[in-house]
């Protein structure tokens, strides 16, 4: 253990940090000043997310906030991915580390995106970086995520409704799946791996809650904005 600890400390540690400042990097924010000259945080909602540009700037610089969110996240992953894969083999330590370096670049950037040090810790609400450290850590999970979110998003048009319930069936989501699929028949996987990896989403599940805490009154109240019709903050 001692060993294992020597040889990723460093490693993991640079991840998280590398991770966590591509996450600090708001393509919201950034795309938004290209585009109209202000401050996303002062308009539409505040929020620094894709569907407060969409509303309040327009439908270029929303995708390039949504494809440049996703990016962010893959390259982090993608970053912790191939160096675990490098000092796992190199070192003969066991490759699930890999998937729990995976979990935890998409963590930090996920973290960088919602609290930026590049923009006074005033970002989003993560929903586009965890979707997309979701479907990279575990795409049979991210199917059960997103085909719900787009369930509640077709009923009742609200993102930031959809979101929520997303999140909080995220870690259900990943629990069932890697102990039912991979350790409970396939025996792939370990127990404590299944619980680590729930608890990991099952933290990032309840940030993106957290973070739509707002959200989740006006839902309450009626009066939520919606993004094809009526009020929806987002």
Known sequence: MLELF??????????MIVSYLLGSISFSIIFTKMFSKEDIRTMGSGNAGTTNVLRSVGKRAAILTFVFDILKCVISVLLAKYILEYICAASNAPFYIV????YLAGFCCSIGHMYPIFFKFKGGKGVVTVATMAALADWRVFLAVIGLFIV????WRMVSLGSVIAAGTY??????????T?????????????????????LMGGIVIFKHRGNIVRIMNGNEKKLFGNKEKV
Do not use: E
């Open 6 to 15: 020597q040889t990723f400390a460093l490693p993991v540690l640079a991840i």
């Open 99 to 102: 998937n729990y370096g995976i």
């Open 152 to 155: 509640v998003f077709a009923i």
């Open 171 to 180: 870690p259900i989501a990943t629990f069932f799946v890697t102990f039912f």
């Open 182 to 202: 991979d350790y409970y028949h396939g025996g792939i996987v370990s127990l404590k791996y299944v619980l680590i990896v729930t608890a990991i989403t099952a």
